[in-house]
Every structure is written in structure tokens, then in C-alpha cells.
């Protein structure tokens, strides 16, 4: 698979606006941002004038405002209006504001744009000074011996950092909820003092049984901690594929019986599960943990490095931008970082597109677009976030119109920090949305989860996901036979291995999920590469398998131990579903004949699955139950073949050669050279109109 080099300059941001539209660049407006400007200056200026009486703005909430009047007073130039941001640190206490107001024209775009040379940070986060070492006899008494001479300490309170946020019951089952305060030191972020720092404990017993509210554990440690209050735990309780996070009401640590606050978890607790404590002062015993003392506010930290100046940020701010009902406004270069909850909130409107960013350490998601038509996301990277990367939702599942949101060659790396379960690199719901060239890698759980009707996946490499969980997809759907019509292509996964039960698949299409594409793609040591979990109308075309385990399954739970699951008015409500889109009439009748007549045609019964010319080499082929072999296409596919066929495997270059027996098939061609990040030159075009 050849690499890309992906090019993170900002000089293509000056040409993508010198050619918007077409327009002649004096008839823009540009105002400036800086460090350096004060709010009751025009803006005009890129730097204070001699005599200091005019300059530049001082926050992007002016230079908003700055916009609304002259749309008010002039109305907008042919141009536009960009807004360019000096190099800098920018805090927002309150999430910068935007509306319907505020848009520009297809014409007459607003463009927010970092300006070269320097990196623009849009920050929710306080920078801590003052920490000092631990001097107290009496705080050193709370620490762990081998952390009284390295841990510092800073007052968080004296620098008038009073909002601390709290630590909420959160995970899955649970709605998303902003982080509490986080420490972050040199931009990535730091776990909160726990124990064990790796691995897991194992819950020994459930004494009131699973719902009961306690469990049971074997190991002496806690035994040692002074601190008994404002313990929570986090862990896998009864399944590997949902986690999360409970308060501890009442720690017994000699007989080793914890007893949480409800509601327990979803499922409750389960002996042999995994779990780990957190928040614990006397389990500060290495570098980079942390723990926050709510009552005094002195934050306890021991740096991995010394600490220099601004290098410990802490979380403040819940959003960094919202808008709603904003349409043809473009935000370029920017760091968006250190909020609580979700960064940029574009609800409704259409046609804006976030491009060349970074998020990073947000305590939820990055971007999330809910509603609207045609917003996007264009060559981003978002790193280290607590919950997923991108939420994207928008179309009208009734009449299939679709929304149109893209996310474009983006890197998304290292999320769900907190909620490690079903928080995505891209939740994809609705109709009619794109996610092409992301590279998506490092991560608990899945990488794209889809709902929906019509998406398109393509041209991504995904890798190194699915690590802690098990029964997990790294493209994942299910529960819906009318989510049809997504077409996942030309993609790449590769190393993909879940260590618990079940495992991983890399397109799991669960619990009868039906009528999805998977053509094109290549799946090199992918685990159970494409799973059809009982449901119907798939097409499993054209794909390579390389070291998977199996290929291909395919069951019949609908028939089998899902069936009681599948009943009308049961907890799946499969059958509400078909009712709730109408099933059998326009525009889904049109749309999938096949669904139109599904009650009268054996409903749990996988039929209509297709697998066809596809390639497996060293790999277990097919995994096919007996129940759903007489209703399953398998033409044409080439098994283990003695004909050398890649390139250059050793540097994972799959394309097959031209003497590949393969071809006399009617194999196509895979476009490997266009999967993953693409150059910057295409990164800042603007949104189609």
C-alpha cells in the first residue's frame, strides 16, 4: 500500500481564497485578529498603527460582529469577507456564537482563516502556573512514597480556577455528557490518578447478584489508601463491547467489596469482568497522573518533564464554536483544543466546511453536525479526544433526501479517551453521507459506526482499532433491515484484532443489517473481515482477503438464538423499524424492491446474500451456516491460489499482478494508490454550491 505524503501548510489557504468564486480580491472585506489588537480598534489594520489609536480586533466575537454590521449597513461584497486570525492564543470563556446571521453567499462566502506562519489556537483551557513541590508534611502523608519527591502541587483556586465540573456517571447506554476538568501537559493529555495504571482488576463475585449494586474483587493494594471518598470505577461489567464509568458509594477494602451508586451499569456486574479505579490520591505513583482535591482546589500533578511555561493547560469551556442555521462559512488552520465537551457544533444550515485543523484534547467529540445539507469537513486532525471524532446526521429517512455531509481526508487518531465503547472516529446516521481518504488508527472500539440509508465509505485506511474490546466492528451497522443502500468501497484495514470475546471484525453488518455493498476493499491480517450477522440483500464483491480469519461469515441467527430478540415488540424492534419508514411504499419500495415484500418472504431467513469474485489468500475462507447455505450466492471467488499475486507484499503494495489468474474472472481493478490521506492541494476548495 503506497504512503502518502501529506502536506500541512498553510500557503494553499491563501490561494484557495484568492480564487473563491472567481472574484476579483478587492471587492473582499478582510478584518484582522490579533493577540495584540483591542476590540474598539476597526480591525482593518494588520498591526496597531504608530500612534496606537487603530489596529486589528482582539477576539473573534468582534470580528463577528464587525461582519454583521457591514452586512447591515452595506450588505456583503462580491468577495466575501475573510477574516484572518494572527498567530496566537485565543481563550474563549464562552463558545463563540454563531447564526443564521452570520452566513455568507455562495457568491459571497465568510471565511475564518489562520493566518500563515504560526500556529492560531482557539482554547477553552487555562494555562496553570505556580506548581511547587509538596513541602507539606501533612500532604506528603496523603501520597504514595515513591511520589512524595516528585509530585507538584499548584492552587488552583488563588488563580481563579473555581469551576472543577464533575466526574458523571458516563458510557455506554448513557447520553454523552462534557468531561470534568482535565489536565493536559506539552498538548496531550494526562490520566487521572488509577489503579492498576495498566491492565485490569477482575471482578471476583456479584453478592446481591448482577443488579445489586456490589461487587467483589481480590487484591490487597486498596487496602493501603488513606483516601475513602470521591473513588469511581471504570470497567467492562458484563460485556467486552460497553463500558463505563461509576461512583463508588462505599469501598470495604479488607473484604474487598465495592458498592456504586445506581444505576450500575446498563447490564450490572458479572464475575470475571475487568474493571479499574480512578480518581485515587494515594495511586499517584507515576509520571503524568494527576488528581484534583475538589475541596481546596490544589491540583497534585507529577510531570514526565519539567515544567516550563504555559505547558499545563486544564479544561474550561464546554463548545468552542456553535452555530445554527449558518450557511457558506469557512473556518481554515486553526487548533481547536482543551473544552470539555463537543469542540464545533454546526446545527442546521448548510454548506460550511471546517478545513486544514486540528482538535485536540477535547473531552468529547470534535465536530458534530446535526441536521442541515451539504456541511463538511475537509483535511482535519483530531486527536485524543474523550468520546468519538465526528458525528454526522442529517437527510430525511422518510423520504431519502439525502444530507450530503462529508468528512474528507482527515487523520483521526486516539479517541474515546473516556467512553471507550460505540464512540466512533465518524457516527454516520441519516441519509446520503461521505467519509473518504480518513486514515483512522489507534482506538478501543470501532471506526465508523453507520446508520442510515445510502452513505458512502470509501478510500480509507483503518488500523490499529478495536483493542480493547471484543465483539466490535471497525465499519459497524446492525439491527435494521431498512439501513440499506451504504456502499463501503475501496478501503483499507489492516491489523485489526479484538483480544476479547468474539473479537473484531472489520465490516461487521450486525444483527441482520441488510443490503450493504463491500466491494474493492483490501483486508490484510483483519480478523473476521467482512461479517454478515443473519441479515439479507449483501454484496460481498471484489475484495481482497490477506491472513483473515475467517473471510467471510455469514449466519442465520434470525433463526436461531436472535429469533426471540427479532419478534415483534421485542428489544431489537426490527419490525417497528420497517413500519417506522414505511417500508413498502415509495420511496422505499422504489428504492429496494426487495424490502418492499419482506414480511411475505421469510423474514428471519438471510436471503439474498452474494459473494462474489474475491480473492483469499492464507486466510480461513468462509464461515457459512448451515441454515443460510441454500439462500447464499458463492460464485466465482479465487481460494488460496498458487500464482503469486501482489506486487510487493512485504511493503503491503496489493496490487495484483497482470498474470494474476484472478482476472479471468472478472476481477477489477482496486485503486490502491488513492486509499488513505491525500495531498493538501485539494484540502481547501470550498464546498460545492
Not at 463537543?342 to 467529540?365: K, Q, Y
Amino acid at each position: 500500500m503506497r504512503r502518502k505524503t501529506v502536506f500541512r501548510g498553510f500557503s494553499l489557504l491563501l490561494v484557495a481564497w484568492l480564487t473563491i468564486a472567481g472574484k476579483a480580491t478587492t471587492m473582499r472585506v478582510t478584518y484582522y485578529v490579533s493577540p495584540e489588537g483591542k476590540d474598539e480598534w476597526s480591525g482593518l489594520l494588520v498591526q496597531p498603527n504608530r500612534r496606537g489609536t487603530d489596529g486589528p480586533f482582539a477576539s473573534l466575537e468582534r470580528a463577528r460582529d464587525a461582519v454583521r454590521e457591514l452586512k447591515r449597513s452595506k450588505g456583503l461584497p462580491e468577495g466575501g469577507v475573510q477574516i484572518l486570525v494572527l498567530p496566537g492564543t485565543y481563550v474563549l470563556a464562552q463558545p463563540l456564537e454563531l447564526s443564521e446571521e452570520d452566513s455568507g453567499t455562495p457568491e459571497a462566502p465568510i471565511v475564518y482563516q489562520a493566518f500563515p506562519g504560526g500556529e492560531v489556537r482557539i482554547t477553552g483551557g487555562s494555562v496553570v502556573r505556580g506548581f511547587t513541590p509538596v513541602r507539606s508534611a501533612a500532604l506528603k502523608q496523603l501520597l504514595s512514597p515513591e511520589a512524595r519527591d516528585q509530585v507538584m502541587i499548584a492552587d488552583l483556586s488563588a488563580q481563579g480556577i473555581y469551576d472543577y465540573g464533575e466526574l458523571t456517571p458516563r458510557g455506554f447506554g448513557r447520553p454523552i455528557q462534557p468531561a470534568a476538568l482535565e489536565l493536559f501537559f506539552k498538548n496531550r493529555p494526562m490520566p487521572l490518578a488509577r489503579y492498576p495504571n495498566e491492565g485490569w482488576l477482575t471482578i471476583a463475585g456479584a453478592p446481591k447478584g448482577p443488579n445489586g449494586g456490589q461487587f467483589t474483587y481480590k487484591d490487597e493494594r486498596p487496602q493501603r489508601w488513606k483516601q475513602r471518598e470521591g473513588i469511581w470505577v471504570h470497567g467492562y461489567w458484563t460485556h467486552d463491547w460497553a463500558d463505563s464509568y461509576e461512583a463508588v458509594a462505599q469501598l470495604d477494602p479488607w473484604i474487598g467489596l465495592v458498592q456504586t451508586e445506581p444505576p450500575h451499569g446498563v447490564y450490572g456486574y458479572k464475575p470475571g469482568q475487568r474493571f479499574r479505579f480512578l480518581n485515587v490520591l494515594d495511586e499517584l505513583d507515576e509520571p503524568g497522573e494527576w488528581y484534583l482535591d475538589r475541596g481546596t482546589g490544589l491540583l497534585f500533578f507529577w510531570p514526565p518533564e519539567p515544567i516550563g511555561y504555559g505547558d499545563v493547560v486544564v479544561s474550561m469551556t464546554r463548545t468552542l464554536v456553535r452555530a445554527q442555521e449558518l450557511a457558506h462559512v469557512v473556518f481554515a488552520g486553526f487548533i481547536f483544543e482543551a473544552c470539555r465537551g463537543d469542540a464545533f457544533v454546526l446545527e442546521g444550515g448548510h454548506h460550511c466546511l471546517i478545513a486544514g485543523a486540528t482538535f485536540r484534547n477535547i473531552g468529547n467529540r470534535a465536530v458534530v453536525i446535526q441536521g442541515g445539507y451539504r456541511h463538511g469537513i475537509r483535511s482535519c486532525d483530531i486527536l485524543d479526544t474523550g468520546d468519538g471524532g465526528i458525528s454526522l446526521s442529517g437527510g430525511d429517512r422518510k423520504t431519502l433526501e439525502p444530507g450530503g455531509h462529508y468528512v474528507e481526508n482527515c487523520e483521526i487518531a486516539r479517541y474515546s479517551r473516556w467512553c471507550r465503547t460505540y464512540r466512533p472516529a465518524v457516527g454516520v446516521s441519516g441519509v446520503g453521507h461521505r467519509v473518504a481518504h480518513c486514515r483512522i488508527h489507534d482506538a478501543p472500539h470501532t471506526g465508523i459506526l453507520f446508520g442510515g440509508n445510502d452513505h458512502l465509505l470509501e478510500y480509507n485506511e483503518v488500523f490499529n482499532i478495536c483493542q480493547e474490546t471484543g465483539d466490535v466492528g471497525a465499519f459497524y451497522t446492525g439491527r435494521d433491515w431498512t439501513t440499506r443502500g451504504t456502499v463501503i468501497r475501496y478501503n483499507f484495514f489492516h491489523d485489526i484484532h479484538g483480544p476479547y470475546t468474539h473479537g473484531a471484525m472489520s465490516v461487521y453488518l450486525d444483527d441482520c443489517a441488510s443490503g450493504t455493498i463491500v466491494f474493492g476493499n483490501i483486508f490484510y491480517r483483519a480478523s473476521r473481515a467482512v461479517f454478515i450477522g443473519g441479515g439479507r440483500d449483501n454484496l460481498v464483491e471484489n475484495n481482497l482477503f490477506i491472513e483473515c480469519d475467517p473471510a467471510v461469515h455469514i449466519d442465520a441467527r434470525g433463526l436461531t438464538w436472535a429469533a426471540q430478540y427479532m419478534a415483534p415488540g421485542s428489544s431489537w424492534r426490527i419490525f417497528e423499524k420497517l413500519e417506522a419508514v414505511q417500508h413498502d411504499r415509495p420511496p422505499y419500495s422504489t428504492r429496494y424492491p426487495r424490502l418492499a415484500t419482506i414480511l411475505e418472504d421469510d423474514p428471519p431467513v438471510p436471503k439474498g446474500n452474494r459473494i462474489v469474485r474475491n480473492v483469499s489468500v492464507q486466510s480461513r475462507w468462509l464461515e457459512l451456516a448451515q441454515e443460510a447455505e441454500p439462500f447464499t450466492e458463492i460464485s466465482d471467488n479465487l481460494v488460496d491460489p498458487e500464482t503469486l499475486l501482489f506486487r510487493d507484499p512485504e511493503r503491503l503494495d496489493f496490487t495484483l499482478r497482470p498474470d494474476a489468474p484472478v482476472w479471468r474472472l472478472g476481477f477489477q481493478p482496486i485503486p490502491a494508490w488513492r486509499i488513505g490521506l491525500i495531498h493538501d492541494g485539494v484540502r481547501l476548495t470550498l464546498p460545492p454550491r
